[in-house]
């Protein structure tokens, strides 16, 4: 790969990795997508466990979670929902957005499950950019 592709390839969205959303009551919403709709759910919501395109041995997630009216996990954005992208080099990712000129809303996070990042978008939607880390919940015990 020469390197110019290799820097356009470096820090991009792979595709949806979660689906975050308001509810009045995130317990009974779970509860009713696991009823109606025969959603695995835990106390985060739901992982969608899939396999990776360019790499069938890796394993990734997307995530269906509701929360509730009052959280603010999604300021400084007023929308009831956000929506998280993966990422493959979030690092990468983050320097070039930075390069663009796109203000980051707060720091880079790493957790055992991954890294974050958030941007807003011009509609006023906050994205958090995440780059998975480790296993699909169902493989981490």
């Known amino acids: 790969m020469a390197d110019d592709e290799a820097s356009i390839m470096a820090g991009h969205v792979t595709g949806i990795g979660g689906i975050f959303f308001k509810c009045d009551d995130p317990t009974e919403t779970k509860a009713w997508y696991g009823k109606t709709l025969g959603f695995p759910v835990t106390e985060y919501g739901t992982s969608f466990p899939f396999r990776e395109d360019d790499d069938p041995d ?74 998975q880390v ?8």
Do not use: C, T
Request: proline share 10%; hydrophobic share 35%.
């Open 58 to 131: 890796k394993r990734g997630y997307v995530i269906h979670s509701p929360f509730g009216k009052d959280n603010d996990y999604f300021k400084p954005s007023d929308k009831d929902f956000m929506v998280n992208f993966r990422v493959r080099d979030l690092d990468g990712m983050v320097e070039k957005l930075i390069a663009a000129g796109i203000e980051m809303v707060g720091e880079p996070e790493s957790h055992p499950y991954g890294k974050f990042a958030w941007i807003m978008d011009p509609n006023g939607i906050k994205l958090e950019l995440w780059e």
């Open 134 to 141: 480790g296993p699909p919940p169902d493989e981490a015990e």
